[in-house]
């Protein structure tokens, strides 16, 4: 499944950069394939619990730097037929320049 | 943590009602605590691993009677301060009455 | 369209109701019928044109309060055919008690 | 304001890249500066009020084309103090390497 995290650090100001590397940084401990954008970061796992895994060692992580507080908002793509994310971009991108 | 999960079944049709009851049944057989709203159900956990092992299984029902793709939006509040839906409604309420 | 609008202030602390009743008492005052949960508060308006008047009339009250920056997050469940909130929830609720 | 727009296009089967391309050519017509991801196409906008004349516009050509429900999931950052996409990634990249 294809999934986008983000991260909303609250209670620590408004400059938030710092805890979102934090944030990837567990990520790529998980050797999770991933890919940066301005607005999350988008993985590839096999299942919840997976995803579910690498959620709360971010919170635990986060937790430790003294955030009080973090807002989470998860988007996640299941599709029965397999897929990945270069697919997806691409299926998209070659029916723009039909 | 408090949690707001909405299920969008892709490929099923138009009418989803059928499928959302059947992600429903199973929250209500996790004994999870929740709220159903007309975007989404709030639940209670206390862990995304616990979350993960919920939104597994609603893939899995879901992938049971046929539905070939599913896009989830999850958002999540967690706080190290102990709080609950109650609560956060209570909160804002009466602040809207001073 | 149903539509479920979460305002995330950031850089003003943990403590966040103040301010969300703030948001809701401009859609109070927009006189858009409104439902208020744990994660959010759903809306019925009729294009995202009337959204966009809502969200920065938000944005503005917040700012001049002293919040320095607000993560959004919406949902939008658009349909050709009328639908409306209590619809939802009720077609959902049915199915479970079958 | 830096925006993420997903649309879902509902009751038109499983393959859904034909109607992203077309959710997408409206965001190009407009000249909006945006960025596909796989799970969405981040934007540049001044207001919500232009974020809402670009969706108002996605929802009628995928009308059109015949859509009869659309599920948008919309993320906003906005902030008093300038910023942009490049920016956002880059100050995060940077502190990934510390």
Redo the contacts between chains.
């Keep these: 499944m294809?999934?986008?995290i983000?991260v909303?650090p609250?209670?620590v100001?408004?400059s938030?950069?710092?805890y979102?590397?934090e944030a990837?940084?567990v990520i790529?401990e998980k050797n999770v394939k991933h890919?940066?954008?301005?607005?999350?970061t988008?993985v590839e796992v096999n299942?919840?619990?997976?995803?579910?895994?690498?959620?709360?060692e971010i919170?635990e992580r986060l937790?430790k730097t003294g955030v009080?507080?973090?807002?989470?908002?998860?988007?996640?793509?299941?599709?029965?037929?397999a897929t990945n994310?270069?697919y997806?971009?691409k299926?998209?991108?070659?029916?723009?320049f039909l």
Tied chains: 1, 2, 3, 4.
């Design positions: 294809i999934v986008e983000s909303v609250i209670g100001g408004e938030l950069s710092k979102i590397s990837i940084k790529k890919e940066l954008n301005p607005m999350g988008v299942s919840f619990l997976e995803l579910g895994e690498i959620l709360d919170k937790e009080p507080r973090i807002y989470f908002t998860v988007k996640v793509d299941w599709r029965k037929k994310m270069e997806k971009v299926s998209v991108q070659e029916k723009l």
